[in-house]
């Protein structure tokens, strides 16, 4: 499976069998690709953190990025929002929930829960626990 995720300035990420690879600006770590003090990276470099994790898919919008598992799983890096500090590699948010899609905005993100859960969740991420800010059955 592959796709290419890209967005303003910031990053474009790819997933290429079991790898997610970013590329473009990465000054809130979007990319997750290292930590070093690093602008922008011109070539694509594989994201640090997922090896083992099957990715389904991906998705980056603002500053920040988001993958989910074959198993549901959410992973987000990036951006930290409020009080939180950035994220420079993926990180996996534990939830009861099993996701099946994602989406980013610029300063929020959309997830849709499997058919069992029959719910789309509106989220707020500290980058380290997920807030559920509306859940409507559908």
């Known amino acids: 499976m592959g796709s290419i995720i890209h967005n303003w300035d910031q990053s474009s990420a790819g997933l290429s069998g079991d790898t997610v690879y970013g590329f473009g600006s990465r000054k ?3 990319l997750g690709v290292s930590m070093d003090n690093i ?8 994201t640090v953190g997922l090896e083992g994790v099957e990715i389904v898919s991906i998705d980056a919008n603002g500053d920040h990025s988001a993958a989910l598992s074959g198993d549901g ?21 534990p939830s009861s929930l099993c996701f099946i899609q994602v989406a980013l905005g610029w300063n929020h993100m959309l997830v849709l829960t499997g058919v069992e859960q029959k719910c789309l969740c ?3 991420t500290t980058m380290e ?8 059955a559908w």
């Open 39 to 46: 602008i922008s990276i011109s070539l694509p470099q594989a």
């Open 122 to 124: 509106l989220v707020a």
């Open 73 to 93: 799983h959410l992973y987000t890096w990036g951006r930290g929002f409020g009080s939180t500090s950035d994220v420079h590699c993926p990180r996996h948010l």
């Open 129 to 136: 626990s997920l807030v559920i800010l509306k859940r409507e």
């Open 28 to 30: 809130c770590g979007q």
